[in-house]
Structure formats: structure tokens, C-alpha cells
T-cell receptor, first 114, second 115 residues
Framework: AQTVTQSQPEMSVQEAETVTLSCTYD???????LFWYKQPPSRQMILVIR??????QNATENRFSVNFQKAAKSFSLKISDSQLGDAAMYFC???????????FGKGTLLTVNP | DVKVTQSSRYLVKRTGEKVFLECVQD?????MFWYRQDPGLGLRLIYF???????EKGDIPEGYSVSREKKERFSLILESASTNQTSMYLC??????????????FGPGTRLTVL
């Protein structure tokens, strides 16, 4: 069984600043994957970034990067140079290696202030 | 581009009605999923299907059923809608590729209100 916890229901950031969204997880599997999804207001959920648990190097996608701390079971998302278009609900999710099902956290609503 | 479409963005139904939510994907994906999204609860898996006519219960299947007669189409059925099924319903699909590449692609969602 997998659980994903996002402890910050809401966050805000000033445009051009950096913000970090927290996520912790628990899993009994040795092989698993971690994801951050973004859901803009009234728009489709899209994948932001993903991390394979066996890779020590943190994933990076342009302004988005993760801090993956395997021992602590932590998977935080850092957004650099925040833009107004980054305003969205962000979901952290995990999936076991042999499983197709995602387990989601409850989400963090990010507001970007101009 | 992967496209997952859902038949309605907004739907209003009455208690006791039978409700069909339709989802279609155009990427020949084997897996399809139905989630329910509620504020403060995140996304919860209702059912998923890994092949035509195959289905598995998710975390909250009570009050729902599904149908997958064709690979591209996955339907969620509320046999007798109740007010506590008022929610946002999201459909997703993914391929059978193992491991990392198994990204789920989401539809735009159907906001269902049951009166």
C-alpha cells in the first residue's frame, strides 16, 4: 500500500520568486516512481516532473526541480522564477513499479502574486 | 498529442437517476482510470481497466460501475445517483509500458451535480 501526504493545503509566492511544495510518501515497494502533476484552474491535469526511486539524481524540467530524499521519503517540488501561469493545484503522486495505479496526495493550491 | 476527452464538462442530474460518464482516448492505451476529485481529499481511484472488458475496483467503488466494450472508451455508471456523488470526475489513460514511461494522461473532467 502507498500513501502520499501533502502538508500544505495552500501556498503563495511572488512572481519571479522561488517556492517549494512539500510531499512525503510511504511505500512498501523497493521499486517505485514519484510524480508531480499540475491542475490549472478549469484545465486539464498535466504531468510536471517525475522521478525514479532508484535514481539518486534529482529530476529537473526547466524551472521545475525536485528534492528527492529517499531515506526520509520526501519528494518536494521547487519552482524557480515563478510565473503567473504556475498558479494551479499541484498534486504529488506515487506508483509502485509493478503497478499501474497512482496514489495521490490531497493537493497544494499555489497562488502566484504579481 | 495524447487526447483524453470526456463527454460533458458539466452535468446536473436528479437523485435516483442513472448517470453515464463517457471517456474516450485516442492513443491506443491499454489502461484507463476513473477518479473522483473532492476538495481536501485529492484524487481517489474509483475503478480502472487494463483491457477491454476487464476492470478492477479502486479505492472507492461503492455506488459505481464501469464498462469497457472498446479499447478507446471507458464509461463510468452511477446506477442510482445520490447527492453524495456530487463531485468532479476525472478520466485518465496510460499505456502498458513498464516503469517510468507509464505516465497517466488526464481528461478535462466532468463536474457532476446531483440534486
Amino acid at each position: 500500500a502507498q500513501t502520499v501526504t501533502q502538508s500544505q493545503p495552500e501556498m503563495s509566492v511572488q512572481e519571479a520568486e522561488t517556492v517549494t511544495l512539500s510531499c512525503t510518501y510511504d511505500t512498501s515497494e523497493s521499486d517505485y516512481y514519484l510524480f508531480w502533476y499540475k491542475q490549472p484552474p478549469s484545465r486539464q491535469m498535466i504531468l510536471v516532473i517525475r522521478q525514479e526511486a532508484y535514481k539518486q539524481q534529482n529530476a529537473t524540467e526547466n524551472r521545475f526541480s525536485v528534492n528527492f530524499q529517499k531515506a526520509a521519503k520526501s519528494f518536494s517540488l521547487k519552482i524557480s522564477d515563478s510565473q503567473l501561469g504556475d498558479a494551479a493545484m499541484y498534486f504529488c503522486a506515487s506508483r509502485g513499479g509493478s503497478n499501474y495505479k497512482l496514489t495521490f496526495g490531497k493537493g497544494t493550491l499555489l497562488t502566484v502574486n504579481p | 498529442d495524447v487526447k483524453v476527452t470526456q463527454s460533458s464538462r458539466y452535468l446536473v442530474k436528479r437523485t435516483g437517476e442513472k448517470v453515464f460518464l463517457e471517456c474516450v482516448q485516442d492513443m491506443d492505451h491499454e489502461n484507463m482510470f476513473w477518479y473522483r476529485q473532492d476538495p481536501g481529499l485529492g484524487l481517489r481511484l474509483i475503478y480502472f481497466s487494463y483491457d477491454v472488458k476487464m476492470k478492477e475496483k479502486g479505492d472507492i467503488p461503492e455506488g459505481y460501475s464501469v464498462s469497457r466494450e472498446k479499447k478507446e472508451r471507458f464509461s463510468l455508471i452511477l446506477e442510482s445517483a445520490s447527492t453524495n456523488q456530487t463531485s468532479m470526475y476525472l478520466c485518465a489513460s496510460s499505456s502498458l509500458l513498464a516503469g517510468f514511461l507509464n505516465e497517466q494522461f488526464f481528461g478535462p473532467g466532468t463536474r457532476l451535480t446531483v440534486l
